[in-house]
């Protein structure tokens, strides 16, 4: 069955650095989502992405944020300076419109 | 309005017994509400999903009940296995024709199922 893969399974890095987190979707999907999951609480949406654009974005989703789809396979969140509060699980998923289907999540810890 | 509120927080149920899992929501334009179950170190997966056109939806032993006047629905598992223990996530959502939606989440049930 096809599956959203996500990498670095883990991400370990210093306050104020950039990180970026990256995804596969599933092949055939149109519509990619980021969402993150803060240890022991809900998934909470970031950014939906369509068609080389976001389509809509979550008041998490600041200037410190970004997405791309740098070719027809990847997609990414870039974080630009991180703070201690950005640790967390990041999920990406994919859809075509739906359901979404859920990649198994970065831990990024920020130190 | 955007909330999907879920209980309880945590769940202990015997193997064999019946599962139940709650969720209320208030943004009337919703019409997707679909349940993910997480494992530990592992994203969401979907595991059964519901619009409002029908009340009841069974997939196995998973049944989604839909309340629409009441804005809830409520998840149940029946013959419940320990292998069922897991976070499960009320979520929901509207389909557009552009089907590009973000889920909103309930704050998620530990489920123990124990022998």
């Known amino acids: 069955e096809p599956e959203v893969t996500q990498t670095p399974s883990h991400q370990v890095t210093q306050m104020g650095q950039e990180v970026i987190l990256r995804c596969v979707p599933i092949?055939?999907?149109?519509?990619f989502y980021w969402y993150r999951q803060i240890l022991g609480q809900k998934v909470e949406f970031l950014v939906s992405?369509?068609?080389?654009?976001?389509?809509?974005k979550s008041e998490i989703f600041d200037d410190q944020f970004s997405v791309e789809r740098p070719d027809g396979s990847n997609f990414t969140l870039k974080i630009r300076s991180t703070k201690l509060e950005d640790s967390a699980m990041y999920f990406c998923?994919?859809?075509?419109?739906?359901?979404?289907?859920f990649g198994d999540g970065t831990r990024l810890s920020i130190l | 309005q955007q909330q999907v509120k879920q209980s309880p927080q945590s769940l202990i149920v015997q193997k064999g017994g019946i599962s139940i899992i709650n969720c209320a929501y208030e943004n009337t334009a919703f019409d997707y509400f679909p349940w993910y179950q997480q494992f530990p170190g592992k994203g969401p997966a979907l595991l059964i999903a519901i619009r409002p056109d029908v009340s009841e939806k069974k997939e196995g032993r998973f049944t989604i009940s839909f309340n629409k006047s009441a804005k809830q629905f409520s998840l149940h598992i029946m013959d419940s296995q320990p292998g069922d223990s897991a976070t499960y996530f009320c979520?929901?959502?509207?389909?557009?024709?552009?089907?590009?939606?973000?889920?909103?989440f309930g704050k998620g049930t530990r489920l123990s199922v124990i022998a």
């Open positions: 992405f369509y068609n080389n654009e976001i389509s809509e």
């Open positions: 092949s055939n999907h149109l519509y």
């Open positions: 998923a994919s859809s075509g419109p739906q359901p979404q289907h």
């Open positions: 979520a929901a959502s509207y389909l557009l024709l552009s089907g590009n939606t973000p889920l909103v």
